[in-house]
């Protein structure tokens, strides 16, 4: 079956990085574009990047924009999301997707 497993959250102060790492199984992942998603307490679950399949296109919310960079394995089946210049807003659970496929999440807590 289609598994999905986020790694690499955790607790950041102000300014710096992370790397969340997510791999995928049980499809054929050069196949299809993946995406990463985050949700704050409280707020809807937010868009925040994509990559297509070959890593010829890449997508990133506004919020985001210039801060992340996400990028892929397919011989590794794993795609990353680094986050760079992290603040109290990126707090969130954040997931992996492709299609209706979701991973659990792995938490990321900016703060000081």
């Known amino acids: 079956q289609v598994q999905l497993v986020e790694s690499g959250g955790g607790l950041v102060q102000p300014g710096g990085s992370l790397r969340l790492s997510c791999v995928a199984s049980?499809?054929?992942?050069?196949?299809?574009?993946m995406n990463w998603y985050r949700q704050a307490p409280g707020k809807a679950r937010e868009y925040v990047a994509g990559i297509s399949p070959r890593s010829t296109e890449t997508n990133f919310a506004a919020s985001v924009e210039g801060r992340f960079t996400i990028a892929r394995d397919n011989a590794k089946n794993t795609v990353y999301l680094q986050m760079n210049n992290l603040n109290a807003e990126d707090t969130a659970v954040y997931y992996c997707?492709?299609?209706?496929?979701w991973g659990q999440g792995t938490q990321v807590t900016v703060s000081s």
């Open positions: 997707n492709t299609r209706t496929w």
């Open positions: 049980g499809f054929t992942f050069s196949s299809y574009g």
